[in-house]
């Protein structure tokens, strides 16, 4: 069975601190995704990084994609309260369908103002 | 234009009912799929459907099932509920079924209680 372990589990800190989530598997991916979730939604898209070694930024969020693509990063530059959510990687197999999805437990953060 | 809407938005059931949720995907995707996201969890994939046939299905017991209409909306049954099903489930939707289509879209989710 393929798993992502996420950690930390829980994050709480304060505005404008700096942040890094980890997403980490055994198994190989074609790609990898990180969602933003907040309560009482579903998951929002923000990111996906295909390539191995692959950076991307999306203003204060840096998501990078392991050279071997079995693991991911999420750095997040002085932290917002907007930033608050549950942040979600999730895999997709070599040859996997885009709707089939291996998700991690996830990484709760709380941005104190 | 409306995202993925999903029906009912909560739901609470006794042990053994059956029970049907609904989503409609945002208009033009053909792709809808299913997720049951426990508390404290991560989603868990349970069916994919595109162009009205599975695509796939997850490790979930016969008691779920699923459809997908004409117009691509698509129902989740479960019967015999047990109280381990008590989970938010998830529905998205994408443009196509196939490999790296690009973008899910998940609904707000039916939050569905077993007592």
């Known amino acids: 069975t393929q798993l992502l372990e996420q950690s930390p589990q829980f994050l709480s800190i304060q505005e404008g601190e700096n942040l890094t989530v980890y997403c980490n598997s055994s198994?190989?991916?074609?790609?990898l995704q990180w969602y933003r979730q907040e309560p009482g939604e579903g998951p929002v898209l923000l990111v996906t990084v295909v390539t191995g070694g692959e950076v991307k930024k999306l203003k204060r969020l840096t998501f990078q994609f392991g050279d071997a693509r079995k693991d991911s990063s999420l750095h997040i530059t002085a932290a917002q309260p907007g930033d608050t959510g549950l942040y979600l990687c999730a895999g997709l197999n070599y040859g996997g369908s885009q709707g089939n999805l291996i998700f991690g437990k996830g990484t709760k953060l709380s941005v104190k103002p | 234009d409306a995202g993925v809407t999903q029906s009912p938005t909560h739901l609470i059931k006794t042990r053994g009912q059956q029970v049907t949720l609904r989503c409609s995907p945002i208009s033009g995707h053909k792709s809808v799929s299913w997720y049951q996201q426990v508390l404290g969890q991560g989603p868990q994939f349970i069916f994919q459907?595109?162009?009205?046939?599975?695509?796939g299905r997850g490790n979930f017991p016969d008691r779920f099932s699923a459809r997908q209409f004409p117009n691509y909306s698509s129902e989740l049954n479960v019967n015999a509920l047990l109280l381990g099903d008590s989970a938010l489930y998830l529905c998205?939707?994408?443009?196509?079924?196939?490999?790296?289509?690009?973008?899910?879209?998940f609904g707000e989710g039916s939050r569905l209680t077993v007592l």
């Open positions: 998205a939707s994408s443009l196509i079924g196939g490999l790296n289509t690009g973008e899910l879209f």
């Open positions: 198994s190989v991916f074609s790609s």
């Open positions: 459907y595109y162009e009205k046939e599975e695509r």
